[in-house]
């Protein structure tokens, strides 16, 4: 059974400060997802990495899927209260999408 | 910007009533799904469609049943509602072949 394991599982932190989760399998991915979920409403894709080392920059936001296609970051630098959320990854393989449990992150004001 | 779209955003239901929850999703994708959100428990998938009139089982499937008729419209059936079905529903879609999903904003079920 392919497992996604993410870390850590809540983080409170103050704006303005940086920030890493983790995702991680003992599993080979054709490709890693990153999605974002506010409370009361459904996710929403940010980042699709699909080559091993590859690194994405989305505003404050960077992704990196690991060099074996195997795991994931997620880098916040100073973060900010509109990015308080439930951070999910999720990897495809064979033709399924295995979901983490997610990283709730509250970011104060 | 694929839109998914839910029938409703929160539903309260009794014990034994029949459940039907719709998805709509305006992007001509072919693969839909439907999963289950619980604390503690991530999501958990029920049912998926890679097609019109297919549908495949996920890991949690039983106690419910799906239709797809039209290729932009998927329902989750809920035969008899009971007390353990109190869940957030998360419909998606995706293009064929890809991985990311599109989710829709989720139905808040509660049954009493």
């Known amino acids: 059974t392919q497992l996604l394991e993410q870390s850590p599982q809540f983080l409170s932190i103050q704006e303005g400060e940086n920030l890493t989760v983790y995702c991680n399998s003992s599993?080979?991915?054709?490709?890693l997802q990153w999605y974002r979920q506010e409370p009361g409403e459904g996710p929403v894709l940010l980042v699709t990495?699909?080559?091993?080392?590859e690194v994405k920059k989305l505003k404050r936001l960077t992704f990196q899927f690991g060099d074996a296609r195997k795991d994931s970051s997620l880098h916040i630098t100073a973060a900010q209260p509109g990015d308080t959320g439930l951070y999910l990854c999720?990897?495809?393989?064979?033709?399924?999408?295995?979901f983490g449990k997610g990283t709730k992150l509250s970011v104060k004001p | 910007d694929v839109k998914v779209t839910q029938s409703s955003r929160y539903l309260v239901k009794r014990t034994g009533e029949k459940v039907f929850l719709e998805c709509v999703q305006d992007?001509?994708?072919?693969?839909m799904f439907w999963y289950r959100q619980d604390p503690g428990l991530g999501l958990r998938l029920i049912y998926f469609?890679?097609?019109?009139?297919?549908?495949e089982k996920g890991d949690i499937p039983e106690g419910y049943s799906v239709s797809r008729e039209k290729k932009e419209r998927f329902s989750l059936i809920l035969e008899s509602a009971s007390t353990n079905q109190t869940s957030m529903y998360l419909c998606?879609?995706?293009?064929?072949?890809?991985?990311?999903?599109?989710f829709g904003p989720g139905t808040r079920l509660t049954v009493t």
């Open positions: 998606a879609s995706s293009l064929r072949r890809t991985y990311e999903q599109y």
């Open positions: 599993s080979v991915f054709s490709s």
């Open positions: 990495v699909v080559t091993g080392g």
């Open positions: 999720a990897g495809g393989s064979q033709g399924n999408l295995i």
């Open positions: 992007m001509d994708h072919e693969n």
């Open positions: 469609s890679y097609d019109v009139k297919m549908k």
